[in-house]
């Protein structure tokens, strides 16, 4: 990428200031962003335990009965617990940003930011409803 | 009453001393001051090396930014009352090289900026006998927003990735790229395109928004970065899956 430096010559050597590693924690809305970040991992280890339970699964009745009684831990009750609260702060902060990639106009008007997400919120709660149904009225 | 306020400010003065130091200074507390009128007061009365710059100290010419107290504002529009007892400490804006003092080297952005396209391009070379190019209100209303950028630069102060990421065209170069893309006049879409779905463009933002609130003129820059995500996305993927010359189009 060029850039004019016809001053260059003249100027002394600038100074770059570097980016400290706990820049993070300089500001509520950088942690809050990082913690959003942070999520990914949560979600992507309930992924990996989604699979070996389908393993499990398929694997017959002696590993299913072994595999549920580690998910009975409460190990693994305590990091369910965790990734539900990450997963629930991933949807919310997820829906507060939908607004600044949508631009909606309804009869010219531009829908308002509140609007769509309490949209995308009313969807969501419908959705987990539907499937919370399903899953235990069976 | 306090009459005084204690302004803090980091100094950088390349000839004398390699590293960044605090000076202290002490200058009368006015009622309706602002951190600028701070700053000229220093440079006027206590100590004539102090560099920052400023010119129109209201809030348009979008260049005496600076961090104070660890935010990026544009110092004229800042208020000493607002930072009562004091200290303030003021410092340049955080991911650019500081050239002396409060003065920052500004050259990086300006090639990002001619970068982007940052004019129009129109589908067809108008002569002035075709007489004004029209808009209606509502065609206006969709892109009037990021003309009011002022290029101050506190986005990219505010923003994590521009320091981390020194390719990233950043808040500003792309909000205004979005303000040519949007605007009904202008036909170069597809050579922004080229600049802004490539390494450095849009899609290296992470959606961290500090951008928008240190806005300001409200542009929000978050939204034309993310409203361009999904155009950017759109073409991705058209770029990819049509023939040649059909995605140009
Ligand atoms: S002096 Fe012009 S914006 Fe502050």
């Not at chain 1, 939908?98 to 969807?123: C, E, M, Q, S």
């Not at chain 2, 306090?2 to 390349?14: E, N």
């Not at chain 2, 650019?96 to 409060?102: A, E, G, S, T």
């Not at chain 2, 009904?184 to 390494?199: E, F, Y």
Request: proline share 6%; glycine share 6%; net charge neutral.
């Amino acid at each position: 990428m060029e850039s004019q430096t016809t001053y260059k010559r003249f100027r002394p050597a600038p100074y770059t200031p570097k980016m400290q590693l706990s820049w993070w924690w300089q500001k509520p809305t950088y942690f809050a962003y990082i913690m959003r970040e942070l999520t990914a991992v949560f979600v992507a280890a309930y992924a990996v335990i989604l699979l070996l339970t389908l393993r499990a699964l398929s694997a017959g009745e002696a590993a299913w009965e072994a595999w549920t009684t580690t998910l009975q831990s409460p190990l693994s009750i305590g990091f369910h617990v965790v990734a539900l609260l990450f997963a629930v702060y991933h949807s919310i902060t997820w829906f507060m940003a939908a607004p600044t990639a949508i631009v909606l106009n309804v009869k010219g008007k531009p829908v308002p930011a509140k609007t769509l997400i309490l949209a995308h919120v009313v969807i969501w709660i419908v959705c987990s409803a539907a499937i919370a149904g399903i899953l235990l009225t069976r | 009453m306090q009459k005084t306020i204690t302004i803090q400010v980091k100094r950088y003065i390349p000839e004398k001393q390699p590293t960044p130091f605090y000076q202290d200074y002490e200058v009368p507390l006015e009622t309706k001051w602002g951190v600028l009128d701070a700053l000229t007061y220093i440079k006027d009365e206590l100590d004539g090396t102090l560099a920052f710059r400023w010119s129109c100290h209201m809030g348009v010419c979008g260049s005496c930014g600076m961090m104070v107290n660890g935010q990026p504002a544009l110092t004229c529009a800042t208020f000493l009352e607002e930072y009562l007892p004091g200290p303030i400490c003021i410092e340049p804006l955080d991911h650019f090289p500081v050239i002396r003092d409060l003065v920052i080297d500004t050259d990086a952005f300006m090639g990002k900026l001619k970068y982007v396209k940052p004019w129009l391009i129109p589908a067809e070379e108008r002569s002035v006998d075709d007489g004004e190019n029209r808009q209606t209100p509502a065609e206006l209303a969709a892109f009037k927003q990021y003309t009011l950028c002022i290029n101050c630069l506190l986005c990219y102060s505010a923003c994590p990735v521009v320091g981390l990421n020194e390719d990233f065209l950043g808040p500003a170069a792309i909000a205004l790229a979005q303000r040519y893309n949007y605007d009904s006049r202008d036909a170069g879409q597809t050579q922004r395109h080229d600049v802004l779905l490539d390494h450095g463009g849009a899609f290296d933002c992470t959606l961290i928004g500090e951008c928008s609130r240190a806005c300001p003129k409200h542009v929000d820059p978050t939204g034309a970065i993310q409203r361009y995500k999904a155009d950017g996305a759109m073409e991705f993927w058209k770029r990819l899956l049509l023939p040649r010359g059909a995605a140009k189009r």
